[in-house]
């Protein structure tokens, strides 16, 4: 079963995470958004109505997992823990062109560099709470304030470009972020034993050299994951596209000239 399941990048748990080993550790998280895509695909979010019910079952779930004290897995690696934020794009979809998101969008790019202050102001409290074992609402209003600033951030770069960084930056970022994600434990687990025998992590000299040598050879395997498995997939993606838009233009042309009966 376990071979099945590191072959399908799919964890039949339902913190997926549990499933142990696993030959990519963060590929837990497919199994996640997996299950949102399906449930996307099958409605969940095909109307304003049952988004806005959907986000608001989302922020009970939430609710419930504080008010009965369930710990940080049931908001952040149970399956469920992806509720909100994927109900949270959904309704930025639906209301993307709402009068009342107009102001948001109106402030461009200048206060994506705000948020993202704000985000690493957030982050830092919520890693000195962590560190000075402050109580634990302090992390959890840390948790959701980065849901909020996430979408202000989606919500402005529908309309904004980001400062500073070029389209063409921004897509190359984009990417090898994915490939990026899937290999970085693992470069950074066969630099530290190629250096050094035992696997390190942490800011001192020996994780300093382990962590550039692993960048580098990520950045190395996710270069060669683009070029032997995304783009050729993609541009069969774009072959399928294509085809299918001809079909459908010549359709769309046929019945247009059908004589009407």
């Known amino acids: ?10 964890y039949f748990d339902v913190f997926p995470g549990k499933i142990s080993p696993r030959l990519s550790p963060p590929t837990w998280a497919l199994t996640i958004e997996i299950f949102f895509y399906a449930l996307i695909a099958l409605g969940v979010s095909r109307s304003k109505k049952i988004t806005t019910l959907w986000f608001c079952t989302s922020l009970a779930y939430m609710v419930f997992t504080h008010v009965w004290e369930l710990g940080y897995g049931y908001r952040y690696s149970i399956v469920l823990a992806g509720t909100l934020p994927f109900s949270t794009g959904a309704m930025i979809f639906h209301y993307y062109n709402s009068s009342w998101l107009g102001a948001i969008k109106s402030y461009g ?13 957030n982050s830092g409290i919520a890693a000195i709470a962590s560190k000075l074992g402050l109580p634990s609402h302090i992390k959890s ?8 600033i996430n979408s202000l951030v989606i919500i402005i770069l529908g309309g904004a470009s980001f400062p500073f960084i070029s389209s063409k930056l921004d897509g190359g970022i984009g990417v090898y972020s994915y ?10 687990f066969v630099a530290s034993m190629v250096i050094y025998g035992v696997p390190l992590r942490g800011f001192n000299p020996e994780g300093i050299v382990s962590f550039i040598l ?10 060669l994951i683009i070029r032997i498995i995304d783009t050729p997939i993609e541009n069969y993606r774009k072959k399928v596209r294509e085809k299918a838009n001809k079909q459908l233009n010549s359709d769309a042309k046929a019945a247009a000239s059908a004589p009407v009966s």
Do not use: K
Request: aromatic share 16%; proline share 4%.
């Open 1 to 10: 079963m376990n071979i099945l399941q590191n072959i399908s990048l799919l």
């Open 141 to 148: 209003m840390s948790f959701y304030a980065n849901y909020l």
């Open 179 to 188: 490939p990026v994600y899937l290999t970085h434990w693992q470069a950074g």
């Open 109 to 121: 790019s200048p206060a994506i560099l705000v948020l993202l202050l704000l985000f690493i102001i």
């Open 214 to 223: 692993a960048l580098l050879s990520c950045f190395v395997v996710s270069y």
